[in-house]
């Protein structure tokens, strides 16, 4: 146990020492939100530490000739104090995790900034690190998701993965479809591990296929180095590109997915949605904590997802929640944040209904910006913390016309295609104010204050008066870091104090 603490601590010491070195390689507003996380971290695993070695020299072993009673007590006692100190030990613990899940997602934001100095540093603190699985080793992640982002950087005994597939390589297999969303699940017949994969099909449009195609590669290498359970996204196992027999011209590529162990099909969220079966606030916290954290993922990896709702998020189930696990999917219009945005959009209501108001309709207002999937987050929090889905399909089938849910009728919406054939921002302007009346009058007895306020921090976003992130000089640092470190502190870190 003692080797355990020293070990503990020395991860805590080398990550400190890595932050310092490079806080002036730093946005000063990141900086500073990680060395405050660390201080945290350090005060918690010291007490960690102090305990396990409180608990070591605590107890002497009696003597060979001691006499028979004097070892049950010692032994009694022994055993007693150790009770107390498993029940101090997990509560620390609990208490880690939830610190993980708050510095996590800032940490790997470092991975996008390209500075040599930081890889000398990343590269020195590691040997300082006490040998850890890889998996385990937080600087080593973050090594590899930097040579993921920024190909030129150079990890020791790091080899990228195969990216590139054919069909035949998933062997004898069946395609299932997902009900409410273009994914389909894998089945592979002869794999006794991995059976299950998901397939989400990008179309490469002639116009924009190149561009299209280096920007599914690029994702696809940096989701092939995330961990699912810490970033809320599913592994990418590969691609396979599918041409014109004729032409040979690039058509669509399919981003396969690995998937957590198990063999049960996942569903989606909206057909959780629709089913109305009664589900947890624990349950649906959790699901919205996944949620929350795999959108500050995505902007990590440099890219907006443009297509936040509930048909491209995959629940699997699991022992840990009643509901199962949450991943964002639906990659299908993202776009790295420095390219150049598309300025068309569609008519279609259900899906307009998660887009800011500024990016609503066939021909929108703005370029897209990471606040705007923000807002996303917003309304699917606001749906599945009233767990009435916005979206209905009267005869249950994903072929027929959606109409709006209760929930949006009752708040005087009664949106179709017809209504986004306009160019008046007023009008869009509108539907988000309902959605923020919806949130103020009907979350807080169903979520509490807490969630509700996380959830109006996303619909006001890019609302003037709110200064946490609205653009300007502040939010348009070089490598886009402020914004996600804000996130992080508003959003993120406030569902994370949430517990039910």
Not at 461 to 482: K, M, Q, R, S, Y
């Amino acid at each position: 146990m003692a080797e355990l603490a020293l070990g503990i601590v020395g991860i805590t010491g080398a990550v400190d020492t890595s932050i310092k070195s490079i806080s002036d390689s730093l946005d000063p507003e990141f900086a500073e939100s990680q060395l405050k996380l660390v201080e945290i971290l350090g005060t918690k695993l010291y007490q960690l530490a102090s305990r396990l070695e409180n608990y070591t020299s605590s107890f002497g072993t009696a003597a060979e000739g001691a006499p028979l009673r004097r070892k049950w007590t010692e032994q009694y006692q022994r055993f007693k104090f150790s009770t107390k100190l498993k029940s101090s030990l997990d509560k620390l613990v609990d208490e880690l995790r939830a610190w993980s899940d708050l510095f996590d997602p800032s940490w790997y934001h470092i991975s996008r900034i390209s500075n040599n100095a930081i890889d000398y540093t990343l590269l020195k603190a590691e040997s300082q690190v006490p040998h850890l699985d890889q998996n385990a080793d937080p600087i080593r992640r973050l090594q590899t998701l930097r040579a993921a982002i920024n190909p030129g950087t150079a990890v020791a005994g790091y080899k990228a993965p195969p990216l590139n597939y054919h069909e035949g390589t998933l062997g004898a297999h069946k395609d299932e479809i997902i009900l409410y969303s273009a994914a389909t699940v894998i089945e592979r017949t002869n794999f006794r591990t991995q059976n299950i994969l998901i397939r989400e099909r990008i179309p490469c449009p002639p116009e924009t296929a190149s561009q299209v195609k280096s920007d599914i590669e690029s994702l696809a290498r940096r989701l092939q180095q995330v961990d699912p359970e810490v970033f809320g996204l599913l592994q990418c196992y590969g691609l396979i590109k599918h041409r014109d027999p004729n032409t040979k011209a690039l058509q669509a590529i399919d981003v396969i997915y690995r998937t957590p162990d198990t063999t049960e099909h996942p569903t989606s969220l909206r057909q959780h949605l629709l089913r109305q079966r009664p589900t947890s606030i624990t349950a649906i916290v959790q699901l919205a904590k996944e949620l929350i954290k795999s959108v500050s993922y995505v902007h990590t990896c440099n890219f907006v997802h443009k297509n936040i709702r509930p048909e491209n998020i995959l629940i699997f189930s699991n022992n840990q929640s009643s509901l199962g696990k949450g991943f964002l999917l639906g990659f299908d219009q993202f776009r790295n944040v420095n390219f150049q945005t598309s300025y068309f959009g569609d008519f279609a209501w259900h899906r307009n209904i998660y887009r800011h108001p500024q990016r609503q309709g066939p021909f929108v207002q703005d370029r897209y910006r990471m606040q705007h999937d923000i807002y996303s987050i917003g309304v699917c929090l606001l749906e599945i913390g009233l767990w009435q889905s916005f979206v209905w399909y009267p005869d249950f089938s994903a072929n027929t016309m959606p109409i709006s849910g209760e929930a949006i009728r009752e708040i005087g919406l009664q949106l179709t295609d017809k209504v986004f054939e306009t160019r008046d921002l007023n009008t869009f302007m509108q539907i988000k104010d309902c959605l923020v009346t919806l949130a103020r009058s009907n979350l807080p007895l169903r979520m509490g204050d807490r969630y509700t306020e996380i959830v109006l921090a996303c619909l006001t976003c890019l609302d003037p008066e709110n200064e946490t992130f609205v653009a300007g000089p502040g939010l348009e640092d070089e490598d886009g870091i402020v914004v996600g470190v804000r996130y992080i502190e508003n959003i993120l870190l406030k569902i994370n104090d949430i517990s039910v």
